[in-house]
C-alpha cells in the first residue's frame, strides 16, 4: 500500500460493510486524535472484534507533526479547494501533503463499500468541552446527532478549504471533532471514546468485545463530554496577516458573552461583543487568521 507510513492502522474483519476513514495530526501540533488512534488500533490488534467494512487511521500533516507546529507553509486545513485540487497544486508542504492523503483515500474506493465515514480529529488552543463540528450537507448532520456532545454547525461553511468540505463534497459522511486543549490528557480520552463510538455506529462492532469497554468510551461520553446541544455560527473575526491580535485571556470556548464585552485587542483596537451569545474558538496561538466566532444555540 502507498504512503504506508502515514497510515497509522486499518483493520477489517474481510466482512463488507462501510469505510471509516479518520484523519489525525492535520495540524501539527495537535497530536492528540493520532494518540488515540495508535491505542484504537493496538486493541483492535490484540482483541480481534468483529466489524463490518473497515477502519483506517492516516497522519495529517506528517512534516508539521515531526516540529510540533500548526503548519510549514500554510494551514493544511484550508488547502482543500476545488482550484488547488483541480490544478493538481504542489508547491507548498502542505498541498503535497493533501495529495498524498488523497492518493490514501483513493486507495479505498465508493465501489468497495457499502458506505464511507470520514472524521478529522482536532484539538483547540483555548480551554473546550469536546464538540462537533459539522457541515450542513448530504447526512452529515443526521450521522453527528448519534454522538454524546455539542454540535456546531456550519464552520466548513464560513471557513473555505477545510479537509471536511473536501470530504463531503466527494460524497462522503462524517464531521471534525474537536476534543479539548491541545495538551490536555482528555483530549485524547476524547478522541478514544469517540473513534469507539464511531467503530459502533459506522461498523456494528459490540463493544463489548473490547476489553477496554466501557472505559474507553466512558471517559469521553459521560465523565467529559457536554450534554447535546446544537449551535450555528453566527460571525466569524478574521485576521490579515500583518493583524497584531490579542484575544482577552481566560475565554473558554462556548463561555456565553455578552453586548459590550471586551473580547480582544487588534491593531490598538478594543474589539467588543456586539451580542449575548458564546464565543467559539478564540485564538491562543500564533499562528492562525481566525481571532474567534461567536455562536448561539439552535433551538
Same mark, same amino acid.
Given at each position: ?38 491505542? %484504537?488500533?493496538?486493541? &483492535? ?35 482543500? @479547494? ?51 463540528? %459539522? ?17 456546531? +454547525? ?28 491541545? @495538551?490536555? /490528557? @482528555?483530549? %485524547? ?7 469507539? &463510538?464511531? &467503530? ?6 459490540? &463493544? ?14 459521560? /465523565? ?5 446541544? @446544537? ?55 500564533? +499562528? ?9 444555540? %439552535?433551538?
Amino acid at each position: 500500500m502507498e504512503n504506508s507510513s502515514r497510515i497509522i492502522g486499518k483493520y477489517s474483519s474481510e466482512k463488507k460493510g462501510p469505510l471509516l476513514f479518520i484523519t489525525a495530526g492535520v495540524h501539527g501540533n495537535e497530536p492528540s486524535g493520532v494518540e488515540a488512534l495508535k491505542r %484504537v488500533f493496538k486493541a &483492535l490488534d490484540h482483541s480481534k472484534p468483529t466489524i463490518n467494512g473497515c477502519i483506517v487511521g492516516v497522519l495529517g500533516n506528517e512534516a508539521a507533526l515531526a516540529k510540533n507546529v500548526r503548519y510549514i507553509d500554510e494551514d493544511l486545513n484550508r488547502t482543500w @479547494t476545488e482550484v488547488n485540487i483541480s490544478e493538481q497544486k504542489q508547491e507548498t508542504n502542505e498541498q503535497k501533503e493533501m495529495f498524498e492523503i488523497i492518493e490514501i483515500l483513493e486507495q479505498f474506493p465508493e465501489s468497495d463499500f457499502s458506505k464511507r465515514y470520514f472524521m478529522d480529529c482536532h484539538t483547540t488552543s483555548s480551554d473546550s468541552l469536546p464538540y462537533v463540528s %459539522v457541515q450542513l450537507v448530504n447526512d452529515n448532520n443526521e450521522w453527528a446527532h448519534n454522538f454524546p456532545t455539542y454540535i456546531v +454547525q456550519g464552520f466548513s461553511d464560513i471557513v473555505y478549504g477545510a479537509i471536511d468540505h473536501y470530504f463531503s463534497r466527494i460524497g462522503l459522511t462524517g464531521f471534525t471533532f474537536e476534543a479539548g486543549q491541545h @495538551t490536555s /490528557k @482528555t483530549s %485524547v480520552e476524547n478522541h478514544e471514546g469517540i473513534i469507539w &463510538l464511531a &467503530l459502533k455506529e459506522a461498523c456494528n462492532l459490540d &463493544l463489548s468485545q473490547i476489553p477496554e469497554y466501557p472505559l474507553c468510551v466512558e471517559k469521553f461520553s459521560v /465523565k467529559n463530554a457536554p450534554d447535546q446541544k @446544537t449551535f450555528k455560527i453566527i460571525y466569524r473575526h478574521g485576521l490579515q496577516e500583518n493583524d497584531a491580535f490579542e484575544m482577552k485571556s481566560g475565554f473558554k470556548n462556548f463561555q456565553k458573552i455578552y453586548e459590550g464585552d471586551l473580547l480582544a485587542i487588534q491593531n490598538g483596537k478594543e474589539i467588543k461583543s456586539e451580542w449575548d451569545a458564546r464565543i467559539f474558538m478564540p485564538l491562543y496561538q500564533s +499562528q492562525g487568521n481566525d481571532g474567534f466566532f461567536v455562536i448561539e444555540e %439552535v433551538k
